[in-house]
């Protein structure tokens, strides 16, 4: 294959996200004869510790400091990747918030295909790149075919691939910042709002009884305290409940909302989208209970119960009363 | 203000299991429920309120074919003013930079001051907004759940970024942005409201309409190309606990004791 790989570093206070070594991966699935180029945008000692860091997974690494790239502003950096990266490139770019931000204009600006949120990477056949991706929340995939005769972004999901164990590549660091050229923007960054956290710290429990949108109402909500109180746990909810202000931000599980790390996690109504999984850290023990067979939640709970949980919730109250009363 | 709020149709995830159909070219569509893809309707309900402030109004805009207008009019007994559907055989398979083409060439023959799309639809790639944006060489943000109108055109914005977290900007109009679900509370619709607009006229426009050179969207102009549709591998799964939902509770707190859930 001719098209050069580039993937596309996010990194913050001077440490690479996960995603780098997950796209140095996703790469060589594309085109295993050849490295990829890290790309990483910033400024100052961050940005070069982020660069030295990278030496370890790279062997050529492309730096791009400019003092407004402090804070990675997708309108900024969008206009720097446009002239600095060759013609026919291959992009891959975390698909999280900068690079929702960024990639489908920047496909654009370069003239490429641009394919989404993709989980994995099929084959090359020809001048066509063979890729999945998930639709309707992870019920259903698809094959999707990318021509990339002009170059292509691709956004990969984080946590799809695997970052490979490596001997470490020695990598040189390539200052671009020249190439980058004058940067300005019709949008300028602020500041940062920091969540708060609410009456209950949900990072904090052993045990959540987390509710989705098949808890159907906010007067239902209680079943779920109810039965949270009777395990000595806390109620937390999935990104609908909180849409429909029938729970507060603070109780929100996922990649927009908090993280956490129970022993126990009742999945109830949760159809297990994967930025929701995305909040679930430490390896608990989940239970699934829903009402659709084939909810993608199934897939990755330890255990799962079709029953409609308006129901369900009560009866297991009761059974978890009885107990502690015995 | 002159808010555009470009909106799709998509089958309703709250009200279908989606599934293939026999030859796995595709979700089986027979019997689907339909409906205004989820986020568009808070991109709307948050144009509606903007213009409530800042005076202006609100057309709601969608590419495909005459089944979709009824989302046109159920945005319009939202509230919006105006409904436009773009329509043509040549923009049949379309992919995402086609259908931001087609909507860049009505934007180029109108005046917007703002363009709102929801943040993504539940087949999509989050992309339209993005590169409807590029296109206009307008400013763009994605994941946005706040929006302020500032003095000297321009809005203060919330981008929802990890952890909960906001991230505030200032962007210049005119701009398009990407509406994140939870910005508001979108109004309710009646029966009522839905009668009110059921005689109004909305126009359709095609590719000559537009000044579109026929191959600039459609299928031949689709980089992207999906092949099929296919369920994915369940893994290991769940281990499914069946029985009579007593026993199953039973069987269920003697699990989750064991795992130090239960004192």
């Known amino acids: 294959m001719t098209n050069r790989i580039f993937t596309y570093i996010v990194h913050k206070s001077g440490v690479a996200d996960d995603t780098a070594g997950e796209l140095a991966a996703a790469a060589r699935k594309i085109d295993a004869s050849q490295p990829a180029t890290a790309i990483v945008a910033g400024w100052g000692a961050d940005l070069d510790t982020v660069c030295n860091s990278l030496r370890d997974s790279y062997a050529v690494i492309w730096k791009i400091a400019r003092e407004n790239l402090a804070y990675p502003n997708a309108e900024l950096v969008r206009k720097a990747l446009a002239r600095v990266l060759p013609a026919d490139c291959i992009l891959l770019v975390p698909h999280a918030h900068f690079g929702v931000d960024l990639s489908p204009g920047l496909s654009v600006k370069m003239n490429a295909a641009y394919v989404s949120d993709v989980v994995q990477i099929d084959c090359l056949e020809g001048p066509f790149l063979r890729l999945v991706r998930q639709e309707f929340g992870g019920q259903v995939s698809t094959h999707v075919r990318c021509d990339i005769s002009s170059g292509a972004v691709v956004n990969v999901r984080p946590g799809a691939f695997q970052a490979l164990e490596s001997a470490p590549a020695g990598g040189t660091v390539v200052d671009k910042s020249e190439e980058a050229g004058e940067l300005a923007a019709g949008r300028r960054y602020l500041e940062t709002l920091v969540a708060e956290t609410g009456d209950v710290d949900i990072a904090k429990q052993a045990v959540l009884v987390s509710v989705g949108r098949g808890i159907q109402e906010k007067e239902n909500v209680a079943i779920a305290e109810e039965l949270a109180e009777a395990m000595g746990g806390a109620v937390s909810c999935s990104r609908p409940v909180v849409d429909a202000k029938w729970m507060a931000k603070s109780r929100q599980v996922g990649s927009s909302g908090q993280t956490v790390k129970p022993k126990v996690y009742l999945a109830c109504g949760i159809s297990g989208s994967f930025q929701h999984l995305a909040g679930i850290k430490g390896n608990p023990f989940i239970v699934a209970i829903n009402k659709n067979p084939k909810a993608p939640i199934f897939r990755v709970a330890d255990v799962g119960i079709v029953d409609d949980i308006l129901e369900f919730l009560p009866a297991m109250t009761a059974k978890v009363r009885e107990r502690s009363d015995a | ?263």
Do not use: W
């Open chain 2, 1 to 263: 203000m002159e808010i555009l709020v470009c909106a799709r149709r998509v089958p309703d995830t709250s009200e279908n299991e989606i599934e293939l159909n026999s030859a796995g070219n595709d979700i089986e569509r027979d019997d689907l429920v339909y409906s205004v893809n989820e986020p568009d309707n808070y991109a709307v309900e948050e144009a509606l309120q903007i213009a409530g402030r800042a005076g202006g109004e609100v057309t709601v805009v969608t590419v495909g074919g005459d089944e979709d207008e009824e989302i046109l009019r159920r945005e319009m007994a939202m509230g919006a003013n105006h409904g436009v559907l773009l329509s043509d055989e040549a923009f049949a398979g379309s992919d995402g930079r086609g259908i931001a083409t087609i909507l860049k060439d009505y934007v180029a023959k109108n005046h917007y001051d703002l363009i709102l799309t929801g943040v993504q639809a539940e087949d999509g790639g989050a992309q339209v907004g993005g590169m409807l944006a590029a296109m206009l060489d307008y400013p763009f943000a994605s994941l946005v759940n706040s929006i302020e109108v500032l003095e000297g055109r321009k809005l203060k914005i919330g981008r929802e970024i990890e952890g909960g977290n906001k991230e505030m900007n200032e962007i210049d109009l005119p701009c398009v942005l990407s509406i994140q679900t939870g910005i508001n509370e979108p109004r309710y619709v009646g029966m009522r409201g839905i009668r009110q607009v059921a005689s109004v006229n909305i126009p359709t426009l095609g590719a000559l309409d537009l000044g579109m050179p026929p191959d600039a969207a459609g299928e031949a102009a689709a980089k992207v190309k999906r092949l099929d549709y296919f369920v994915p591998e369940q893994g290991a799964g769940a281990e499914m606990l069946a029985g009579e939902r007593e026993e199953v509770i039973d069987k269920l707190i003697e699990l989750v004791r064991v795992k130090g859930g239960l004192q």
